[in-house]
């Protein structure tokens, strides 16, 4: 079985001990084939590059402004992004997230996301979308889908315009997304006890719609909460996949891996 993780921090110094040996080693054993690095702040971008370069065919990188980061941002960065993402395989995670209002409002987040998704327009590029919500209020979907009909024109060339990262909603999000051509990026989250509500918007979905990540260091499967997380743990999560929507697992690793390949648009 080979899987990717399509959605990595391993630049996040959670790994500076052990970074060159799970790359090398862990991973491989594992049945890792790939790992999609994000770098989503101006200071990520050249790490996450340099990670892709230092491990090709194995690492790759995307690249954008996650909206926690938007007061980060100067006049330079956006044409250094520009220049950086021929080299990006999707511009991400960009989006809006509703916890951190306190860091970056939501005319700052606002700002940055239409940036960010007409960056992605005119780069031809698939994005990664990050939408985070405070509580039970789903106000903050409503608004990201407005602005990608306003701002965003994913390429006709793409296989998938994109992927909800973190799928973290109802069935009715999940519908959205899917009607706007992205998948749904599936991590620990759907693993975790309490959230069924995650399972059955996913078996609507339908096994087709979904790819795997870790969203690493944060967010490990259930049965491995607290630890660190890592692509390692990608075939377990695959196994709650498969148990769940009651699938052998090699067909979870299978569908997966290809349609992680076709959205990230791999040789
Ligand atoms: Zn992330």
Redo the contacts with the bound molecule.
């Keep these: 079985m080979q899987f990717i993780d399509s959605?990595a921090?391993l630049n996040d110094p959670a790994f500076d001990q052990d970074r060159e040996t799970l790359l090398r080693t862990v991973l491989p054993h594992a049945g890792l084939v790939a790992s999609v690095e994000?770098g989503?702040s101006p200071q990520e971008w050249q790490p996450a590059l340099d990670l892709s370069q230092k491990y090709p065919g194995f690492v790759y990188p995307v690249l954008g402004v996650h909206p926690e980061y938007a007061p980060l941002m100067q006049a330079s960065h956006l044409p250094q992004l520009k220049g950086f993402l021929p080299r990006a395989v999707a511009v991400g995670?960009i989006g809006l997230d509703y916890t951190c209002l306190d860091i970056a409002g939501k005319e700052l987040q606002q700002q940055m996301f239409s940036q960010m998704l007409q960056l992605a327009t005119t780069e031809r590029k698939p994005i990664v979308l990050?939408v985070r919500r405070a509580g039970e209020d789903y106000d903050v979907y409503e608004d990201c889908f407005n602005t990608l009909k306003r701002e965003w024109v994913p390429s006709p060339t793409l296989t998938h315009a994109g992927v909800l990262?973190?799928f973290c909603a109802r069935y009715e999000e999940a519908k959205r997304a899917l009607d706007q051509g992205l998948l749904l990026g599936i991590n620990g989250c759907f693993t975790y006890k309490k959230n069924e509500y995650i399972r059955e918007a996913v078996k609507k979905a339908g096994l087709d719609k979904i790819i795997l990540e870790t969203?690493c260091p944060y967010l490990s499967p259930q049965g491995k909460r607290g630890q660190r997380n890592d692509p390692s743990n990608i075939p377990l999560l695959a196994q709650f996949v498969a148990d769940y929507l009651d699938v052998h697992v090699e067909e979870v690793a299978a569908v997966a891996t290809q349609r992680t390949k076709q959205l990230y648009c791999f040789p």
């Design positions: 959605h921090h994000i989503c995670e990050h990262h973190c969203d």
